[in-house]
């Protein structure tokens, strides 16, 4: 299957810093990528839905100006987290498809602590 | 919008023996079926997939089924082993959204 590779895979970080964790497509050029946040024993919960060169289109709730995503090559796709806060801390998950209607497949995933 | 549900939220079987979950889902249009293995710490790492013109795939171990009409899809593993303890995640997708939606996830255990 295809290579997804997510880094940083753990970060710890006080309280106001932002963070930028990569996501990135190893051997496919990846259409659209998606950022889900994943709470412990719960499902994934899309964040929002990224394409290569447009703007990132973000699920209801979740704030733009707090997680800014970066589409900017068809192999890589960034988030950061802007003044992160205690409440950030989560389990951040990247995935990417080929030409939106292929397979779908993970990073790794990012932990996110903020103290 | 398609909703998937999940059942059962936790299963435990001895080594050995097999394990069924089974999804649902609403959305007609949903023609593409993953199913998805998380081990703890990591990302969901695809298993098996099924697409709505075929009523099931094996691979080796793991199997999946899909009833169109009843719209309903399982994931069957037999012979299950100590390393196939996870959580399992269903997905629906179709061809004209850009959107995968999962289900909420079952965690198996496999007791030795």
């Known amino acids: 299957g295809a290579v997804v590779s997510q880094h940083p895979s753990r970060v710890i970080c006080k309280s106001g810093t932002s963070v930028k964790i990569e996501c990135r497509s190893l051997?496919?050029?990846?259409?659209?990528m998606f950022w889900y946040r994943q709470f412990p024993k719960q499902s994934l919960m899309l964040m929002a839905t990224?394409?290569?060169?447009?703007?990132?289109?973000?699920e209801q709730g979740v704030e733009k100006d707090k997680f800014l995503i970066n589409h900017a090559s068809l192999t890589l796709s960034t988030l950061t987290v802007t003044s992160a806060h205690p409440e950030d801390s989560s389990f951040y998950i990247c995935?990417?498809?080929?030409?939106?209607?292929?397979?779908?497949?993970f990073g790794s995933g990012t932990q996110l602590s903020v103290l | 919008g398609e909703n998937v549900e999940q059942h059962p939220s936790t299963l435990s079987v001895q080594e050995g023996d097999s394990a069924v979950i089974k999804c649902t889902y609403s959305?007609?249009?949903?023609?593409?079926f993953p199913w998805y293995k998380q081990e703890l710490g990591k990302g969901p790492q695809l298993i098996i997939d099924?697409?709505?013109?075929?009523g099931e795939k094996k691979d080796q171990r793991i199997a999946v089924t899909l009833n169109k009409t009843a719209k309903h899809f399982s994931l069957h593993i037999t012979e299950t082993q100590p390393e196939d303890s996870a959580v399992y995640f269903c997905?629906?997708?179709?061809?004209?959204?850009?959107?995968?939606?999962f289900g909420t996830g079952t965690s198996l255990t496999v007791i030795p």
């Open positions: 959305d007609s249009a949903s023609n593409y």
């Open positions: 051997d496919f050029q990846a259409t659209t």
């Open positions: 995935s990417a498809s080929v030409g939106g209607r292929e397979k779908l497949f």
């Open positions: 990224s394409n290569e060169g447009s703007k990132a289109t973000y």
């Open positions: 997905a629906a997708s179709t061809d004209t959204g850009n959107q995968f939606y």
């Open positions: 099924i697409r709505s013109n075929v």
